[in-house]
């Protein structure tokens, strides 16, 4: 099975290619439908509990300040078609890459605090 990490470098070779809403709708639907099986196994939730107490390498962080930055930027974009989506960050790429320089280093002072939180809510 697929590493996340490969899963994403996949879908992202995917999107140079122009695909039609209604695959990229599809995919989607199919890897949602993969994830949400291999969370339900007993193997995966420890594993999860075991990352959420190790630190985030430096990539996760990255990938995690990006995310932010589009949440923080777009908003909420509801039902939009994936193709206007893409030309919306496309339009504001640049604002997301600067908020994502601000967050990096936020989220990597804050790494210690999330996992002292994570321990003490394993223990519960």
Not at 16 to 34: C, G, H
Not at 63 to 69: C, D, V
Not at 97 to 123: F, G, H, N, W
Request: hydrophobic residues 35%; glycine residues 2%; proline residues 2%.
């Amino acid at each position: 099975m697929k590493t996340f990490k490969e899963l994403l470098v996949g879908l992202a070779e995917v999107d140079k290619e122009k695909e039609t809403d209604a695959e990229y709708n599809l995919r989607i639907r199919k890897t949602a439908k993969t994830l949400k099986r291999s969370a339900r196994k007993s193997t995966s939730k420890r594993a999860k509990k075991r990352n959420s107490i190790r630190r985030r390498t430096v990539d996760k962080i990255a990938t995690a300040a990006r995310q932010k930055a589009k949440r923080d930027v777009l908003g909420d974009l509801g039902k939009m078609k994936p193709s206007t989506k893409r030309k919306k960050v496309a339009q504001k790429a640049k604002m997301i890459d600067l908020k994502t320089r601000k967050l990096k280093m936020v989220l990597k002072k804050q790494e210690p605090q999330r996992i002292k939180a994570a321990k003490v809510s394993l223990k519960k």
